[in-house]
C-alpha cells in the first residue's frame, strides 16, 4: 500500500464517515500496519523477570549458560515484554471534547474515541488486555477486555453511547483506573487539558510512580490552537458557560502565543515525569497516536 492511501485511510475526514467503531479500528489499523516491517509481537528486550523452560525453536542466545553450566538444566531468561501487559485508555469526556471548528471533520470527542478504538485494537491485536474509561467529573464508563463476554465490538459499542457534558476530573479517572492497571502497564491519556495544568504533575508523578508507560495524547481543535475568525465573537466556556465578546483580529496574536505556553507546559510537565507526549490535532490522520503506542 502507497503511502498516500495509507494517509487517506487514517484522515480524520474518511474515519468518520464510517460510524461503527469496530469496523473503523480494524479498518484504520489494518490499513497502517500495511507494509510495516516491525513486529507487533513481543521480544526478549527490557527488564528481567524470570525463567522459564527451553522449549524446542526458543532462540538459544537467551539461554542462561551459568545456570546450565551449575545446574545442567536449560533456563530461558523471560523479560517483562513477554508477559501480557495491560493497557488502560482514559479518554476525556467534558464538554470542552465536544467543540467542532469550523474546519475540522469532527468534534475532538470524536477524534478521541477514534483513536482510543484504533489503540484499543492494536492493543489486543499484541495480545495484550485493554480498558477504555471516559469519564467528565465522574467516571461515565468501563469496558475491559478482562469482563466476561466483552468483544473489542460491544467495548466498542458501549464507548459510542458516550455523550460529553460536565468538567474533567483526571485524577478521580485515574483512581478508578487503577483498579484494572494495577502494578505495571500502559496508561494513555487522551484529552485536551483544558484547565489542568497545575494537577497534571501530580497525576502523571501519581502513574508513572508504579513504573507504568505512560503516554498523553493532547486533543486540540486547529480553531483553538490559531483563533483563525475574522469577525466579532462571543466565547463561551463550554463548562462554565461563561461569556467573553472579543474582536479575534486584535487578541489573534496574544491568543497564540498563550496557546504555545499552555502546549508547552503540558509537554514539559510530561518530559519531567518521562512521559511520552503527542499533539492530536483533529484534522490530522491517527497515524501519529499510532506510531506513539507502537
Known amino acids: 500500500m502507497h503511502s498516500n492511501d495509507k494517509e487517506s485511510i487514517l484522515s480524520p475526514e474518511t474515519l468518520i464517515r464510517i460510524k461503527d467503531l469496530a469496523l473503523m479500528s480494524r479498518l484504520a489499523v489494518e ?17 528481567f523477570l524470570q525463567y522459564r523452560s527451553y522449549t524446542p525453536g526458543d532462540d538459544p542466545k537467551y539461554l542462561d549458560w551459568k545456570l546450565f553450566a551449575r545446574q545442567d538444566t536449560y533456563q530461558m531468561k523471560v523479560f517483562q515484554e513477554e508477559t501480557q501487559m495491560k493497557t488502560a485508555i482514559l479518554l476525556d469526556a467534558s464538554a470542552s471534547m465536544d467543540y467542532k471548528g469550523t474546519q475540522a471533520p469532527c468534534t475532538k470527542f470524536r477524534y478521541g474515541q477514534c483513536i482510543a478504538a484504533c489503540l484499543a485494537y492494536l492493543a489486543l491485536k499484541q495480545g495484550d488486555q485493554v480498558a477504555i474509561i471516559t469519564y467528565a467529573d465522574s467516571v461515565l464508563s468501563m469496558a475491559s477486555s478482562t469482563q466476561a463476554n466483552q468483544s473489542l465490538s460491544s467495548m466498542l459499542a458501549q464507548l459510542e453511547q458516550i455523550k460529553p457534558n460536565g468538567t474533567a476530573d483526571h485524577e478521580k479517572a485515574w483512581n478508578y483506573a487503577q483498579n484494572f492497571l494495577k502494578g505495571r502497564g500502559m496508561a494513555i491519556l487522551i484529552s485536551d487539558f483544558h484547565e489542568c495544568e497545575n494537577s497534571l504533575p501530580k497525576l502523571l508523578r501519581t502513574i ?4 507504568r508507560d505512560t503516554i498523553v495524547i493532547q486533543t486540540l481543535d486547529q480553531d483553538e490552537i490559531k483563533l483563525p475568525f475574522m469577525n466579532s465573537l462571543k466565547f463561551i466556556d463550554s463548562e462554565t458557560n461563561a461569556e467573553i465578546p472579543t474582536e479575534p483580529t486584535l487578541i489573534a496574536e496574544f491568543f ?4 504555545r505556553d499552555f502546549i508547552d507546559a503540558i509537554k514539559s510537565e510530561c518530559l519531567t515525569n518521562q512521559t511520552d507526549y503527542l499533539l492530536a490535532n483533529t484534522s490530522d490522520n491517527l497515524a501519529g497516536a499510532l506510531n506513539a503506542f507502537l
Not at 490499513?31 to 513481543?42: D, E
Not at 497564540?256 to 496557546?259: I, L
Open 208 to 211: 508513572r510512580f508504579g513504573q
Open 256 to 259: 497564540q502565543e498563550k496557546v
Open 31 to 47: 490499513g497502517y500496519l500495511t507494509g510495516r516491517h516491525k513486529s507487533l509481537s513481543k521480544g526478549y528486550g527490557g527488564e
